[in-house]
């Protein structure tokens, strides 16, 4: 689809991943907890298991397609572009 197909326009740099693991730690971390593994303090309280974000099949996922779900959720993930405005400050987060 389109969005697998985006270009992440923002450098996978020091400051870029510095950004957005602040941005994580705010906004991800309760769910999918502090390395990404599903085990975040909520995990328990939803309804469907938070993704397991370090198995090849995720990690092999395209910028575009990680920034789409971010922005627009899905059952349990709410959508965060209202919570992270800033469109580059989702992509630091894929990065």
């Not at 923002?10 to 390395?35: F, M, P, Q, R």
């Not at 059952?75 to 800033?86: G, Q, V, Y």
């Amino acid at each position: 689809d389109k969005n697998a197909k985006m270009a992440n326009p923002v450098k996978s740099d020091k400051e870029s991943i510095s950004a957005g693991k602040a941005l994580w730690n705010l906004h991800c971390a309760s769910c999918h907890g502090k390395t990404g593994l599903g085990d975040g303090s909520k995990a328990a309280q939803l309804k469907t298991q938070p993704q397991d974000l370090t198995t090849k099949a995720m990690q092999s996922q395209s910028d575009g397609s990680l920034f789409y779900k971010i922005s627009e959720g899905r059952e349990d993930m709410p959508s965060f572009k209202k919570k992270i405005a800033d469109a580059d400050d989702i992509w630091n987060v894929v990065n």
